[in-house]
Nanobody, 114 residues
Framework: QVHLVESGGGLVQPGGSLRLSCAAS????????MAWYRQAPGKERELVAI???????NYSDSVKGRFIISRDNAKNTVYLQMNSLKPEDTAVYYC????????WGQGTQVTVSS
């Protein structure tokens, strides 16, 4: 069984930074890509950033230039470095791993507020 454990969320002031981590444990092989999604209250879940096995990355327009996604293949871990945070970045952030099956993390709350 595969588990995704997220960490790093919290409360931060506008302009601040946070780093999210998501570690995959269990029998997981041949990860195709890893990604971060977020869901704000009353809104649909949206893709924030994605990284492929070849380390190609893509970002939503709303976070491009501020967020950086990276991965450590040896640790089956994906990271999201979030800089210059804005109140509109407030959401529950979920990691997503696509291997032979799809896996979701439990979500971690990020709140950007003064």
């Amino acid at each position: 069984q595969v588990h995704l454990v997220e960490s790093g969320g919290g409360l931060v002031q506008p302009g601040g930074s946070l780093r999210l981590s998501c570690a995959a444990s269990g029998s997981i092989f041949s990860i195709n890509f890893m990604a971060w999604y977020r869901q704000a209250p009353g809104k649909e879940r949206e893709l924030v950033a994605i990284i492929t096995g070849g380390d190609m990355t893509n970002y939503s327009d709303s976070v491009k230039g501020r967020f950086i996604i990276s991965r450590d293949n040896a640790k089956n871990t994906v990271y999201l470095q979030m800089n210059s945070l804005k109140p509109e970045d407030t959401a529950v952030y979920y990691c997503y791993v696509r291997a032979a099956a799809a896996y979701w993390g439990q979500g971690t709350q990020v709140t950007v507020s003064s």
